[in-house]
């Protein structure tokens, strides 16, 4: 079946745009993970949903991001008034609910602003 | 902040080789898993190993966890030069963050 697939795969946005990001997770999966990768590091967590419902916020860096599942499926990333350091690839993965469930990634979106 | 630091954190081999690199982290986890990725296939998960689990194979994998240490090690046998890639680990500790390392490189000459 098909993987996470996200959209857009690169973007460019200028210093102070609002960008959104789109993942699109496994059909079933109810886990639905964002991370945020900068070069030559390992993904860093930003926030996770169980369904619709977002339990864990606590990576977002600040308050100009903002992640929502409305239905419980497709999720967005949405970043206001971006910056040079939000520069990155960002993850998405979804799982199945429960412990010791692997992950499963998208390709992330490669998010560079000027 | 990441709880996992891999080592080394650049490895170069000869094909057919066998590759090792370590993993140590922080805190009490559920899990250890092993991520690679590389820039045609993205992030792809490798291997799981619980908490109460010490070894586990998968196909040239071998992966060991030390929960007294809080390490683990990831064993890749003849190495290949596809296995050319960073690989990761990453800690779920039950509070649904899954916490990556800083990766290691390998890289696998031919």
């Known amino acids: 079946g098909a993987g996470v697939s996200q959209s857009p795969r690169y973007k460019v946005a200028k210093r102070g745009q609002d960008v959104a990001l789109r993942c699109d997770p496994i059909s079933g999966h109810v886990s639905l993970f964002w991370y945020q990768q900068a070069l030559g590091q390992g993904p860093e967590f930003l926030t996770y949903?169980?369904?619709?419902?977002?339990?864990?916020k606590s990576g977002l860096p600040s308050d100009r991001f903002f992640a929502e599942r409305p239905e419980g499926s497709v999720s967005t990333l949405k970043i206001q008034r971006t910056q040079q350091e939000d520069s990155a690839v960002y993850l998405c993965?979804?799982?199945?609910?429960?412990?010791?469930?692997?992950?499963?990634f998208g390709p992330g979106t490669r998010l560079t602003v000027l | 902040s990441q709880q996992g630091e891999e080592d080394p954190q650049a490895l170069s081999i000869q094909e057919g080789e066998n590759a090792t690199m370590n993993c140590s982290y922080k805190?009490?986890?559920?899990?250890l898993q092993w991520y690679r990725q590389n820039s045609g296939r993205g992030l792809v998960h490798l291997i799981l190993?619980?908490?109460?689990?010490r070894e586990k194979h998968s196909g040239r994998l071998r992966v060991t966890l030390d929960t007294s240490k809080k390490s683990s090690s990831l064993l890749i046998t003849a190495s290949r030069a596809a296995d050319t890639a960073s690989y990761f680990c990453?800690?779920?500790?039950?509070?649904?963050?899954?916490?990556f390392g800083t990766g290691t490189r390998l890289k696998v000459l031919a």
């Open positions: 805190t009490s986890i559920n899990n």
């Open positions: 949903f169980q369904n619709e419902a977002q339990l864990d």
């Open positions: 190993i619980r908490s109460n689990e």
């Open positions: 990453a800690t779920d500790t039950g509070t649904y963050k899954y916490i």
């Open positions: 993965a979804s799982s199945r609910l429960g412990p010791n469930n692997e992950q499963f």
